[in-house]
């Protein structure tokens, strides 16, 4: 089993910064694939960034890529989210997701755990 909380969110001016963190309590934290999704009111789940096991594999939802960056530290049992020149359509609760299994990375039914969400606001 393994357990996962989000921090970091909070409100930021558009064309700021954020950093999320997303610590793991539980076993085998390095043979999870982790992921960052968030959503906004009215709005599905979406997928935001993913992070293989390693950490080495990355991807990207295009309205993200080029200003946000995943992370993971396996020695601290942490995801990170690294979001710069944010936009307020970025304000969403934001989720990290982790999982065993070989599945699409992309969508939420790929993944079997998640944090209870941190909120990020971006004001205009």
């Known amino acids: 089993q393994l357990q996962l909380v989000e921090s970091g969110g909070g409100l930021v001016q558009a064309g700021g910064s954020l950093r999320l963190s997303c610590a793991a309590s539980?076993?085998?934290?390095?043979?999870?694939?982790l992921g960052w999704f968030r959503q906004a009111p009215g709005k599905e789940r979406e997928f935001v960034a993913a992070a293989g096991w390693n950490g080495v594999s990355t991807y990207y939802a295009d309205s993200v890529k080029g200003r946000f960056t995943i992370s993971r530290d396996n020695a601290k049992n942490t995801l990170y989210l690294q979001m710069n020149s944010l936009k307020p359509e970025d304000t969403a609760v934001y989720y990290c997701?982790?999982?065993?299994?070989?599945?699409?990375?992309?969508?939420?039914?790929?993944?079997?755990?998640w944090g209870q969400g941190t909120q990020v606001t971006v004001s205009s």
């Open positions: 539980g076993l085998a934290f390095s043979a999870y694939r």
């Open positions: 997701a982790a999982t065993r299994r070989g599945s699409n990375y992309y969508t939420p039914y790929g993944y079997d755990y």
